[in-house]
């Protein structure tokens, strides 16, 4: 845990605060250990550190092995906050976060094809994104059993 800890600059208090997780919990791994330790805490401890549930497991290991998504490896704490952020969401608003990067990637295309910079803000590109997020949530309401129209 003081790698981790060390590695991102964090106190008992701010991954208390960053985890969810209540401070005398943090405060008693320190004195105990992981013995008692509930597995909702370790869940979110190591959704926080993007490591695997074996990694407290381990005494051997020293630093975790990133996890890796789609080849990916997670080593950037924003990432894994990220990504943390995401799972937390519902379905819907999980169409929505996937819908703003690509919508960015997009409209960054189409700046880059007439020689402009990208801004967000110019609203050319802002339709680019709004049309692609309707046609996420089209194809969305489309699969969803659920839609009263089928």
Known sequence: MDFLMDKYNLNKSTL?????????????????????????????????????LDYWTNDNLIEPVPPKINNFTLTQKDEIKLLTDYRALNDSSKVYVRGVPKGFSISEKIANAKGETFSGLNPE??????????????????????????
Do not use: V, W
Not at 22 to 42: A, D, H, S
Not at 125 to 143: D, G, H, P
């Open 125 to 150: 590109y802002q339709q680019a994104m709004l049309e692609f997020i309707a046609q996420l949530l089209a194809k969305q309401e489309e699969s969803d059993p659920h839609n009263s129209e089928k």
């Open 16 to 52: 208390s605060k960053s985890c969810d997780i209540p401070y005398t919990t943090i405060e008693g791994l320190y004195k105990r250990g992981y013995k008692g330790l509930k597995l909702p805490t370790l869940k979110k401890l190591s959704n926080y550190f993007g490591i695997s």
